[in-house]
């Protein structure tokens, strides 16, 4: 029962790729994003790129999720596309999880492309690959279940996009990505530490950069799980809230 169900998920997902994320300007765009990101920070200080370079790892994987989840979600409800596919008989989570699905597997693609260019144009080295693979997938997969979570309050396109900036752009600057979460205020470090992206940029950074970290690696993994289930039952959640209204 639980293959078949997942399997329904997995179709989801397979539609979503092949009608919103593999068409020529998203292609471009993903693959534009990540170069643009690691250029910006290496004509900035090439000597210190290797340092920011797991956290410009976690931020592409951050903004090409969540975006792609928003976008969908919100262009279906938009049209109702939604509503028919609710009306399928396929459990509402099922959906949610199929439309998380097809956008952390973007996601992870553009990840890959930014992990392949910091690992072989800077010289870094996976360490731990089975632990970088592991933290990547749930990482994504959290961003995912992030983007569904702010779109399924919204319905226009342009709302998800803001309500998106709002989470992430803090994000950014609260999660270690530029410098060390050790060297905030406590407060800072607090809100810090109940973000997602806190996880994902310190396991980058154990497996690429050994030695350096906040947490052991497993423990980074084993929180990314957590907030894939928190996050995606609480997006559960508020769309049946929002669907009785």
């Given at each position: 029962m639980m293959g078949r169900e997942l399997k329904k998920a997995y179709y989801i997902a397979r539609k979503d790729l092949k009608a919103y994320y593999l068409k020529p300007p998203l292609i471009s765009w993903g693959l534009m994003l990540p170069i643009v990101f690691i250029l910006a920070f290496y004509l900035r200080n090439p000597q210190g790129i290797q340092e920011v370079s797991p956290g410009l790892v976690g931020m592409t994987m951050l903004f090409s999720t969540t975006s792609m989840a928003a976008i969908v979600i919100s262009f279906e409800k938009r049209i109702d596309a939604l509503e028919r596919l609710l009306m399928a008989p396929i459990p509402m989570r099922i959906i949610l999880l199929g439309k998380g699905l097809g956008a952390a597997a973007f996601g992870w693609c553009m990840g890959l492309?930014?992990?392949i260019l910091v690992v072989f144009v800077f010289g870094l080295k996976a360490s731990y690959p089975f632990s970088l693979l592991v933290s990547s997938l749930?990482?994504?997969l959290a961003f995912a279940f992030l983007g569904i979570l702010i779109s399924v309050g919204v319905r226009e396109v342009f709302e998800a996009m803001t309500l998106s900036n709002f989470f992430r752009f803090p994000m950014i600057f609260l999660c270690g990505v530029f410098f060390p979460l050790t060297s905030m205020p406590l407060i800072l470090q607090v809100i810090g530490y109940g973000l997602p992206l806190t996880y994902s940029v310190d396991a980058f950074r154990q497996s690429l950069l050994p030695g350096e970290g906040l947490l052991n690696r497993w423990i980074d993994i084993l929180i990314l799980a957590g907030f894939?289930?928190?996050?995606?039952?609480?997006?559960?959640?508020?769309?049946?809230?929002?669907s009785q209204e």
């Open positions: 492309i930014s992990l749930l990482s994504c894939c289930l928190a996050l995606f039952e609480w997006a559960v959640f508020i769309f049946k809230k929002r």
